[in-house]
């Protein structure tokens, strides 16, 4: 009897073998990693803006005449990104061609206005990121060819570069490895710049401020 009950166990271990030995291994899934937002990135922008111009006439009588500004802009951008965790950090440069402008008539009928011809700045960007949603804050140096006109008879009009500052933040979304579209808001305030000119125009300082949104492409390199 003992003799069978050991014949029967090592019977069975035998048969146990190939049933082991046929069970596949099993693979733990592996979290697929997220995108990496650290690159080099060129691309486009397009968007519209919107703001007032201030102006205070300096000589004579001196007065303060506001046009209202806005109008469409489309540019271009790079920008260099480093991520670190969730935490992403980097530099943005812009440059876009305006029709952002304005004109009003002054209380002694004289029209004036201001026209955005170009603006641009150099930004520091932070942001933070969810795979391939990066939500960020940007500021930093903005700058403008800004023209200032008047009509009294003859008409007028000079344009300068005018420095000052800029602050928003955006959302960007990458499409791919490569493409990433977004959106952004800004706010620019482009200083003041003094402007002396011949009669019958009048000598003035000029302050612009402008609100503006976008939409921008990008590629990632």
């Keep these: 009897m003992r003799r069978l009950m050991v014949a029967s166990a090592g019977f069975l271990a035998v048969l146990a073998v190939p049933a082991f030995a046929a069970d596949p291994t099993v693979d733990v899934p592996m979290t697929a990693p997220g995108f990496d937002w650290t690159g080099y990135y060129a691309g486009l922008q397009a968007g519209y803006g919107w703001g007032q111009s201030d102006i205070s006439v300096t000589e004579g009588a001196p007065f303060s005449i506001s046009p209202d500004i806005d109008g469409g802009f489309v540019g271009g951008h790079v920008a260099g990104l480093w991520q670190f965790d969730q935490a992403v950090l980097g530099a943005e440069a812009e ?14 009928g004289s029209p004036f206005g201001t026209d955005i011809k170009w603006f641009g700045s150099v930004n ?20 403008a060819g800004i023209e200032t006109s008047q009509v009294a008879g003859p008409a007028f009009a000079s344009t ?62």
């Design 124 to 143: 520091a960007k932070a942001g933070y990121a969810m795979d391939r949603l990066l939500v960020y804050g940007i500021g930093g140096v903005a700058f």
């Design 95 to 108: 440059l876009n061609y305006s029709s952002v402008g304005g004109t009003t008539v002054s209380a002694l």
């Design 160 to 221: 300068r570069t005018n420095v000052g500052w800029t602050v928003g933040a955006g959302v960007d979304y990458a499409l791919t490895d490569k493409f990433v579209v977004g959106a952004q808001y800004r706010y620019y305030d482009f200083g003041s710049e003094h402007y002396e000119v011949a009669e019958p125009f009048n000598d003035r300082d000029q302050n612009v401020k402008l609100n503006a949104v976008g939409i921008n492409l990008s590629y990632k390199f």
